[in-house]
């Protein structure tokens, strides 16, 4: 196979598309876990438009490397200090320009995450799954076990107070997971949390026709400012949703932005993540001039993006008291048969669960 950088396709720092969450399915039709169809004859490329579990030879992976170096030079810091000042007014104008249109619903999640489905069970299992390893159907990934124990939450009013089971995603932009969500499971214990911090993002998703304040709470929130308050108590969310939203925060703020939404998590609570991992291909287009630090770069509309490593993630989650469930490198070659285009993807997939016994040191990992 050629190797990663060159893709065949106008390269260019521009924001990559919603591919980048996965293939989408037609209606009716259930969605492929990932990492089921594989490339075992390079001829055959162009008969799919995509392909799971890409192994990457050594002249790939140094040939990334070479490219990623070739770019990694810094911005001046008054440049940097710019953008960090004004991320919230390039995110308002990302949302204003593309509003509802940029990105699909995410109906794989589903398959991915079961714990987003309905009638699911309290996060339990400690049992992992690494990159290592033959990826494994969902339901071998579902997390069951003892029931989680029972919690005392202040009878402080808060949205979604009464409910039994409750879901947050952090950087929801306009609804794409929060909405499938909603219509998927229709657990009457559910209650959906979700905010972003684009005000833009959240007007929004409130003003869409499916949105319910009785199911569902939007709100504005920035997620690398550890002062800004939720609207929930601590120990009081089952699972906490990050898709492709920690890579927008400065490296230097992600570990406390963890931490805080750790002490959201309950007992046996878990966290999702599906974020950009280190030379995929939206790494590789960058041009000089767009590099902030080492894996951090500033696309053209003024929106930042960090691509990440297994250890990075679980460094982060473990330093918030969290343990691994699941790490995952998603290595994919989507393709453009009509053009006939190759484009290799990387991502990383990560579960994460805070102990049963909040005082109970994490368990030590491999």
């Known amino acids: 196979m050629a190797a990663p950088a060159a893709v065949g396709v106008p390269v260019s720092e521009q924001r990559m ?17 990932f990492g089921t169809r594989f490339l075992t004859d390079p001829r055959q490329v162009f008969q799919h438009n995509a392909w799971d579990n890409v192994e990457w030879s ?33 995110w308002n104008a990302f949302y204003t320009i593309h509003e509802n249109r940029f990105f699909k619903d995410r109906h794989w999640l589903f398959t ?6 309905p009638q699911h069970k309290e996060p339990n299992s400690s049992a992992e799954q690494t990159s290592n390893e033959p990826r494994e159907s969902a339901s071998n990934l579902e997390i069951n076990g003892e029931e989680s124990p029972a919690l005392h939450i202040e009878e402080t009013a808060f949205p979604g107070a009464s409910a ?6 952090v950087g929801c932009g306009v609804g794409n997971t929060v ?8 657990d009457p214990g ?6 972003d911090f684009s005000s833009t993002a959240v007007d929004l998703v409130k003003s869409n026709p499916e949105y319910d304040p009785s199911r569902c709470h939007a709100f504005v929130h920035d997620l690398s400012d550890v002062t ?30 963890i931490s805080r939404l750790a002490r959201l998590l309950k007992p046996g609570g878990v966290l999702l993540l599906r974020d950009y991992g280190r030379y995929d291909m939206a790494q590789l287009r960058f041009k000089k001039g767009r590099c902030l630090s080492e894996n951090f770069y500033v696309r053209g509309d003024g929106t930042r993006v960090y691509f990440f490593t297994q250890e990075e993630l679980h460094e982060l989650f473990v330093g918030a008291g969290l343990e691994k469930v699941q790490n995952l490198v998603d ?25 049963q016994t909040p005082s109970q040191e994490p368990a030590a990992q491999d």
């Open 331 to 355: 290595r994919r070659l989507q393709v453009n048969r009509g053009k006939q285009l190759t484009m290799y993807r990387v991502w990383v997939q990560c579960k994460y669960r805070k102990n």
């Open 17 to 33: 598309s919603e591919s980048a969450d996965g293939p989408n399915c037609k209606d009716g039709q259930k969605r492929p876990q």
């Open 164 to 169: 039994s089971y409750r879901i947050m995603e």
């Open 179 to 186: 909405f499938p969500i909603l219509k998927t499971n229709n």
């Open 58 to 90: 050594k002249e790939q992976e140094e040939a990334a490397e070479k490219k990623v170096q070739e770019n990694n030079q810094p911005l001046p810091a008054e440049k940097q200090e710019e953008f960090d000042r004004k991320a919230n007014e390039y």
């Open 228 to 257: 800004d308050v939720y609207p929930m108590p601590e120990q009081s969310l089952d699972v906490i949703v990050l898709i492709f939203v920690l890579s927008a925060l400065h490296p230097d703020k992600m570990q406390s932005s």
């Open 190 to 195: 559910l209650f959906v949390y979700c905010c």
């Open 112 to 117: 991915e995450f079961p714990e987003l489905a």
